[in-house]
């Protein structure tokens, strides 16, 4: 029932030039050199609550789309079903404030637009095998998600989770008793969550963006930390991206690529880099540096 989004799911970024002919698809998470450092350290990733990010905005797009279609609907219905889409329509307020976690990568390798916002006072792009992420992504409570930008594809993937879980009210009259319709209507919350967190503006289509997208998570979770901003404290969820131990002593981590941003010294950077790899016997396959233009930034 949920075919455009189980699609969506399976979808595969494009295999990246200069991939040792390893054929694997490529997504990568642009960084600063504090991050790359905590990422390379630490084995893992910081996925932040959705609604502290700038985009924040867009998930709120999508719980809107859903809002509207279940008015609309409920217009056409009667009985159980109307009840239900009702229920959906009126929670949107307190969907917004859920423990919903994301991490962006983009199929962009070296751009400076990716380099201006995330790491221009210098960072890295970090080139991640998909295959490993999804390892990563389930084992951690993610799905790896390629960003929503078209609008009817938007409202075809909301109608899709109404679908499902109209057609679950008979299951959840016999399952939760007398407050079925309550407990379908938070179903549908917990499902279509990952989906909207994953609709954009297409007036960004160009980012070609992917997030990793957590479940409901509750707010006593061990991996929830916070970090300082200047104006705020935002929550992240740590993401563990350790997939094994290989032949030689290398963790696997999904990182194959590493291109480090435009700066002025580039030789030096990639020398004190390769020292980090070696200490913390990260596998990896090729690092560089961008051919972007450092006065560009």
Not at 8 to 33: C, F, I, K, M, W
Not at 193 to 213: C, D, N, P, T
Not at 216 to 223: A, G
């Amino acid at each position: 029932m949920l075919d455009t989004y189980h699609a969506l799911l399976r979808e595969q970024p494009p295999v990246a030039s200069g991939t040792n002919g390893d054929n694997e698809g490529r997504l990568y998470h642009y960084t600063s050199y504090a991050g790359l450092l905590g990422i390379i350290q630490s084995k893992s990733l910081w996925a932040s609550k959705l609604r502290f990010l700038n985009d924040a905005d867009e998930f709120i797009h999508g719980l809107d789309i859903a809002e509207t279609l279940a008015r609309e609907r409920a217009k056409d219905s009667d009985g159980e079903e109307k009840e239900l889409l009702q229920k959906i329509a009126s929670r949107r307020d307190s969907y917004h404030r859920a423990n919903v976690f994301v991490s962006s990568f983009t199929e962009q390798p070296d751009v400076l637009s990716q380099w201006r916002g995330y790491a221009g006072a210098g960072g890295a792009s970090l080139g991640f095998s998909v295959v490993d992420l999804r390892r990563a992504a389930e084992a951690n409570s993610f799905k790896l998600i390629k960003c929503v930008y078209d609008q009817p594809t938007k409202i075809k993937i909301a109608n899709e989770f109404l679908d499902l879980w109209l057609s679950r009210i008979p299951h959840a009259r016999e399952s939760f008793g007398d407050d079925y319709l309550d407990s379908a209507s938070w179903g549908f919350t917990y499902d279509y969550f990952q989906a909207a967190a994953a609709f954009k503006h297409s007036a960004f289509h160009e980012e070609a963006e992917w997030r990793l997208v957590s479940t409901l998570i509750s707010s006593h979770d061990e991996k929830i930390g916070f970090r300082p901003l200047s104006t705020m404290i935002v929550p992240y969820f740590k993401i563990d991206l350790d997939v094994g131990v290989e032949d030689g002593g290398k963790t696997n981590i999904g990182l194959r690529e590493i291109l480090l941003g435009p700066n002025n010294n580039p030789e030096d950077m990639k020398d004190a880099l390769g020292m980090v790899l070696a200490r913390y016997k990260i596998r990896y396959s090729s690092y560089t540096n961008s051919k972007a233009p450092y006065r560009s930034l």
